[in-house]
């Protein structure tokens, strides 16, 4: 999974309700808004049944894989 490791925002996005929430990269988003910069951004989607413990395990790849995520219940 070295493609994770490369990846500058990440979203998740449920099965079910099709809601989507940042899983990575908060701090990539909150640096673009400020300075309205443009950047070549690697993004990755993740679909997610969040009635199941994906989003624990995704979460818990991201924190290893990224040393954090920023998933806010």
């Known amino acids: 999974m070295p493609f994770i490791k490369s990846m500058d925002l990440i979203f998740g996005r449920d099965v079910d309700t099709r809601n989507t929430f940042l ?13 309205e910069q443009k950047e070549n951004l690697n993004v990755m989607g993740i679909l997610l049944d969040q009635d199941t413990d994906e989003l624990e395990m995704a979460c818990a790849l991201i924190q290893v894989l990224k040393g954090r995520h920023d998933y806010n219940r």
Not at 23 to 35: C, V
């Open 23 to 35: 899983l990575y990269g908060r701090k990539t988003l909150e640096r673009l808004a400020r300075t």
